[in-house]
């Protein structure tokens, strides 16, 4: 998930991700995995606020090392 920096701010990645969960729940599914950029502090903010937890490791890609997070739904 991305926003364009002009359009932060506004709520967007809260809603993206309530209907990205929504899709999730009503599909059965028991996790949601995901990474995201250690520079990106508002995403990991949104996500742990929505109840994802940091996982260990690291997933790297594109020279930049990428945050594991993953919600349990079951």
Request: proline residues 4%; hydrophobic residues 40%; charged residues 30%.
């Amino acid at each position: 998930m991305y926003l364009r920096p002009d359009a932060r701010g506004r709520g967007l990645g809260r809603e993206l991700l309530a209907v990205a969960l929504d899709w999730v729940r009503a599909h059965d599914m028991s996790a949601v995995r995901l990474d995201t950029s250690e520079r990106m502090v508002a995403a990991q903010r949104l996500y742990e606020a929505h109840g994802f937890e940091r996982l260990p490791g690291d997933a790297p890609r594109q020279g930049q090392c990428r945050l594991l997070y993953e919600l349990r739904l079951t």
